[in-house]
């Protein structure tokens, strides 16, 4: 049994190997749901969902997130209505948000309608969401300068108008994460995170049990703030994951001290962290006896050993389904 | 100004007419709001919609509902993830419902966002719903027998199985409109009607001067027990309209003893009225001084007298706007 920590993009991709590499129903993935969102009143769970649709290879592989061969007219005409269109649901995908809220409105829990949904698609491996408990991270945007205050395109210029008599530095401000990540397009520095929620959360209903019983315990290249931050923040679940220490393996979400997609890296060096795979152990180090990492960052694996953990050198780039199995299979040597 | 008491497709199509008979802005119509039903976590005003998109020319003329060339990926994704579908939302109109939830959920009124969503579509009539809160149209079916109870499409048939020992009489049910008049297609037979939290509703903003303001008041030829019924249940609309009453005037949804459209002929009968243009007129007698009739019921017009109103006989299908615009000339030559 393999239990993978999970956000969205890195994590899937890692998934989709996964399951190759081993049975899938021997698979279980603890998914980020801290990015979940009300959106015209529909609940919308995008790790949850890019996981699901990457896994069903229905995803879409240009934005990877949302489905392949999307239309867009609900979008079009809540646009025409002078409505806020800044985050796109499709058609189709907008079929899986209508479901997961009448299914919510009727009671089931969110456990139950993401197996719903996974079992439709006719995925075999099994997806947790880390709480169902409403955990939302939130985003302190840095203090805005003048360019910052214009990248957010927000129209508050008087704050921060030398004319204006008050001598007022404007707050910061905080904002929901996808209105950070995808109305602002992660492109403003940000100052903190917290996860609005977490410390009155529970584990979802599978959760403990899957890390306990977990042969290998995986944590995703998935982002370390705000993919990996939010299911450590939900009470229970760190505790969990340090005792399995030994069995557990993470994998780089940085190579080259780069993202490969996302704010990952910029975001680690606002938030005080190193933008490396060395800064990437420090964060781990406590929970995971080794770090794979790519083998563009072969000449930092002493670095890395030296923040305690055993680094494993091997290709991370997923480019294709191919080269996540490759990569799956090793982090399950290295596990066992 | 010309003030429409209005329910869907029968007065959509009269309104149609009228903003032919007469400058748009001239026209306000106050639209049954308790066919509102919350689908999926979304808000859907059907009868707002009908009259909006028909405004428009934006319908869909063969169902009277929805909008033409619509297309149907979101109910498609939707189905095969085993959702309910019965209440088929095209991508397109779904832009609206989006719209409308995600104002409701900043705070913004239904009235407000009525007006942005006509505006939008380039409408210059008023249209108002009749109240903000929720007042729900509820429907308790007869008593099943067994063809009723397949009809119904629900695995409940033990409840009227002759060998089950108990002499279980089955209980009435009671439902929300649109299951009975979508999922069930109005074809079971209904014991009586109530207009819940009617009550303790107030009458939308606007709505109470509207027909205090009107030279003319119009009841559209909608189904007078459960389009213009909860129109009447808000407290305040009948008495407003009681004090117009010289000034009103109601077209018959009925012709020649049937709807034109849907079940109000058979509704009717079941709660123990004559579906005739008598009928209506008893109905209406204390809120109208004249009934509009068709042609088919000329041979009826002394008996409407005979109710107490005033009875004009005069074309009433609508097959064409230009039909409905005379018939819009006719109520309005007899209304002032």
């Given at each position: 049994m393999i239990t993978v920590l999970a956000g969205g993009v890195g994590a899937a991709r890692l998934?989709?190997?996964?399951?190759?590499?081993?049975?899938?129903?021997?698979?279980?993935?603890?998914?980020?749901?801290?990015?979940?969102?009300?959106?015209?009143?529909?609940?919308?769970?995008?790790?949850?969902?890019?996981v699901t649709y990457t896994?069903?290879?229905?995803?879409?592989?240009?934005?990877?997130?949302?489905?392949?061969?999307?239309?867009?007219?609900?979008?079009?005409?809540?646009?025409?209505?002078?409505?806020?269109?800044?985050?796109?649901l499709g058609d189709r995908d907008l079929g899986t948000h209508l479901h997961r809220t009448?299914?919510?409105?009727?009671?089931?829990?969110?456990a139950a309608v993401t197996a719903e949904i996974a079992a439709a698609w006719g995925l075999e491996l099994t997806l947790l969401p880390m709480t169902e408990d409403r955990v939302a991270t939130m985003v302190t945007l840095a203090r805005p300068d003048g360019a910052r205050n214009q990248a957010d395109g927000e129209a508050d210029g008087q704050a921060d108008d030398p004319a204006n008599g008050q001598a007022s530095q404007p707050a910061s401000r905080e904002v929901g994460f996808q209105e950070y990540f995808v109305r602002l397009g992660h492109s403003v520095a940000v100052e903190s995170v917290r996860f609005d929620g977490a410390e009155d959360s529970l584990p979802g209903p599978g959760v403990l049990d899957a890390l306990a019983d977990a042969d290998v315990v995986v944590i995703a290249?998935?982002?370390?703030?705000?993919?990996?931050?939010?299911?450590?923040?939900?009470?229970?679940?760190?505790?969990?994951?340090?005792?399995?220490?030994?069995?557990?393996?993470?994998?780089?979400?940085?190579?080259?001290?780069?993202?490969?997609?996302?704010?990952?890296?910029?975001?680690?060096?606002?938030?005080?962290?190193?933008?490396?795979?060395?800064?990437?152990?420090?964060?781990y180090r406590d929970l995971a006896a080794t770090l794979v990492v790519d083998?563009?960052?072969?000449?930092?694996?002493?670095?890395?050993?030296?923040?305690?953990?055993?680094?494993v050198v091997t290709d991370t780039i997923m480019s294709s389904a191919e080269v996540a199995a490759d990569l799956s299979r090793r982090i399950l040597e290295v596990g066992r």
């Open positions: 998934l989709r190997g996964m399951v190759r590499a081993v049975p899938a129903s021997d698979v279980t993935a603890i998914v980020n749901t801290a990015d979940d969102v009300i959106l015209h009143g529909l609940h919308v769970s995008p790790d949850l969902d890019t896994l069903a290879e229905a995803g879409n592989p240009e934005t990877g997130w949302g489905l392949a061969g999307e239309t867009w007219q609900a979008m079009d005409a809540l646009e025409r209505l002078g409505g806020k269109a800044w985050f796109r009448g299914r919510l409105a009727e009671g089931a829990g969110l290249p998935s982002n370390p703030i705000v993919s990996i931050g939010p299911l450590l923040a939900v009470p229970g679940i760190a505790d969990a994951l340090r005792s399995r220490r030994a069995d557990t393996v993470a994998v780089s979400p940085i190579v080259a001290g780069a993202a490969l997609k996302g704010p990952a890296d910029r975001m680690l060096r606002e938030l005080g962290h190193e933008a490396s795979v060395v800064g990437v152990a420090r964060l083998t563009a960052d072969a000449g930092l694996a002493d670095a890395v050993e030296a923040e305690g953990m055993a680094c």
